[in-house]
Every structure is written in structure tokens, then in C-alpha cells.
């Protein structure tokens, strides 16, 4: 057989076989014409309604704070159902409507009361110091308008909105590494606070109960024990399962769930409790590890099922240049999750 021949057929046979090794996903990207991540979901009027990160390529150079990371808008999507076709509804806020933000509009989330809806973000201030402020809207899609200032006493990144059954709204939030929570202590902002060693108590999340006006917090943000299921706080050695970021809480049958990223074990975990306060007892993983270094989650009801809403990197191939997607979620009799791999 000559050279050439052999050749070709050597890569057609290596062609065949990464294709069988390269993992094919169960889910496919909701929308191609933009970059989205870190899609919260919610239910409203009937309807899903999607409040992703909008990525973009700004040519910032990678590095461990993110500054890659550098979205500067929100679009909203919408979906009647969790298969039908999507509607971006185009831009809802700027970081050019923000008057006190600097950069990098992160993670965002939602909640609806009382015929407004309320959008919550995390920027950086003019000082480059992670705030989270609030928009509101009488439409779910928007446009929001933000206030003036960003919510006192809030900081660092990934706000996530509870509206408990009790009638209460508890917003939990924070992300080490690029989303500084490291640098807070008792609510108080150290610039050179460094990452926990090994054998240190892990870095928690934190949370508050939100004012009736939604505004404002009505309470100081408190730390939020994540417990191993012999009752022992984490400590930062145990990355798979300590948080990281991305939190996100909803309630099933009575219980309270908190998951979260692992981050730099890129786990989506999860932890239950009695209270939207905790503490949270770790029970195992809801998503496996993404295509891409980052996995960012929401878990919503819809019409009797659940469903997973999560990200990864299959249009692009590139960290900062996410997808969105979305799969069913289920649990086993015990309300323990079923974890899910993105990937057959």
C-alpha cells in the first residue's frame, strides 16, 4: 500500500477513535448566538425565565483572579417549557447603567414580589472590590433599572435569592479566588487576607434575610455551616467537597438544600438542613465535573418535575466562553439527589 494511502487511513482510524473517547453530552447548548453561563432559572407567570452571565472575548489574558471573566451586560431568556425554543429578550442592564460599578458583571440572580421582579448582581466597585447590587423591574425580562449604591453590607460575588415558603427572601452569596471572599472576616474587607492553609477551617459562604422593600439587607451577613455527615465543619484540604462558589438553595419536602461548587475540584455538591439558615448537613454531588474549569448550577421545579440548569464549554472549547444547558433532575425516596454526569 503506498505511503500516502497508509497514511490517511492511520488518521481516519485515530479520527474514529477520538471521537469514541471524546465524552458526547446529554444536553444541548439552549442558545448558540451569544455565550451565557451560570444560568439561574425561575418560574414565572407560567413561564422559565433564564438569568445567565453573558460572555464575551475581550482579549484579557487568563489568570486566577478571572479578569478573563469580563461580561459587561445581561441578557434574560425565556422558554415555555424546558424543550421548547428560547427567547433572548435582548439586554436587560448594562454595566454602563451602574453608577458605582467598575467592572465585570458576574453571576446574577432573581426574585419576584408583589408585582416586581428584582435583579441581583455582583460588579466590581470603582475600587475593584466585589459588591453585590440590586435592579428591579415590573417585567420579568426587563429592562431593570439598579439603585444608586450597591446593598450594604453586601460583598464578594454569585447572589442567589430564596423566596422560602415562609414568606421570607434570604439572599446567600460568595466565591473565593477571583470573588474575594477570602478577604472577609466578620463582615470586615482585609485586602491582603490570604487563602486558608490545608489544615484551616474551610472559607464559608455567608447569607442574610432581605428587608420586605428587597433592597436592603435586614440583618448582617452570617457564615454558614457546612457540616460533613458526622457533624465536623470542612476543612480547606477536603476541595471536593467544601464550597467554593456558585451557591444556590431550594426547598423540597420541607428541607432546605444548599449546593454549591467545589470549584477547583469542579464538583456541583450539595448539602441539607432544616432551616434557610443551617447548619447544612453534606450528602454528595448533583452534577459531575464540566468541559471547561468552571460548573455554575440552578435547580428549579417546573410543571411537576425538576430540572438541572448548568454550563459548559461545547460551542467554544474556551473557559471564559460558556453554554448553557439544561437536563431533568431527580431524586431517590430518601430525598437524596441522583447525581448526573453532562456526559455519556
Not at 275 to 286: A, E, N, R
Request: proline share 8%.
Amino acid at each position: 500500500m503506498p505511503f500516502y494511502r497508509t497514511t490517511t487511513l492511520l488518521c481516519l482510524i485515530s479520527l474514529a477513535a477520538n471521537a469514541q473517547i471524546r465524552p458526547q453530552p446529554i444536553s444541548q447548548p439552549l442558545v448558540s448566538h451569544i455565550y451565557t453561563a451560570d444560568p439561574s432559572a425561575h418560574v414565572f407567570n407560567g413561564k422559565l425565565y433564564i438569568y445567565p452571565s453573558h460572555d464575551v472575548e475581550s482579549g484579557i489574558k487568563e489568570d486566577d483572579s478571572g479578569a478573563h471573566f469580563d461580561m459587561r451586560d445581561y441578557h434574560i431568556l425565556s422558554m415555555d417549557s424546558p424543550t421548547s425554543k428560547v427567547t433572548d429578550h435582548g439586554v436587560a442592564l448594562s454595566v454602563n447603567d451602574i453608577a458605582w460599578a467598575g467592572r465585570q458583571l458576574w453571576a446574577p440572580d432573581a426574585a419576584y414580589k408583589k408585582g416586581m421582579y428584582y435583579l441581583y448582581f455582583p460588579v466590581k466597585d470603582k475600587q475593584d472590590v466585589f459588591r453585590i447590587g440590586v435592579a428591579s423591574s415590573k417585567r420579568p425580562e426587563g429592562p431593570f433599572t439598579p439603585e444608586k449604591a450597591p446593598l450594604e453590607g453586601t460583598y464578594s460575588i454569585d447572589p442567589c435569592v430564596l423566596a422560602a415558603t415562609n414568606g421570607e427572601y434570604y439572599l446567600y452569596f460568595g466565591g473565593i479566588w477571583g470573588g474575594q471572599l477570602q478577604r472577609w472576616n466578620n463582615n470586615t474587607y482585609d485586602a491582603n487576607a490570604k487563602l486558608r492553609t490545608p489544615d484551616e477551617p474551610a472559607i464559608l459562604p455567608r447569607m442574610a434575610r432581605l428587608s420586605p422593600d428587597m433592597k436592603q439587607l435586614a440583618e448582617a451577613p452570617k457564615e454558614i455551616q457546612l457540616l460533613d455527615e458526622t457533624g465536623k465543619p470542612f476543612l480547606e484540604k477536603d476541595n471536593d467537597k467544601r464550597f467554593f462558589e456558585g451557591p444556590w438553595v431550594h426547598q423540597y419536602k420541607n428541607k432546605y438544600y444548599f449546593s454549591y461548587s467545589t470549584g477547583d475540584t469542579h464538583n456541583i455538591a450539595y448539602a441539607i438542613g432544616d432551616s434557610p439558615y443551617g447548619p447544612f448537613t453534606y450528602k454528595g454531588v448533583v452534577l459531575k465535573p464540566v468541559q471547561g474549569w468552571t460548573n455554575h448550577h440552578s435547580i428549579v421545579a417546573f410543571e411537576g418535575k425538576w430540572y438541572l440548569f448548568y454550563h459548559d464549554v461545547q460551542l467554544s472549547g474556551k473557559t471564559h466562553l460558556r453554554n448553557i444547558k439544561v437536563t431533568e433532575l431527580t431524586y431517590n425516596p430518601d430525598g437524596t439527589i441522583v447525581p448526573i454526569s453532562a456526559y455519556k
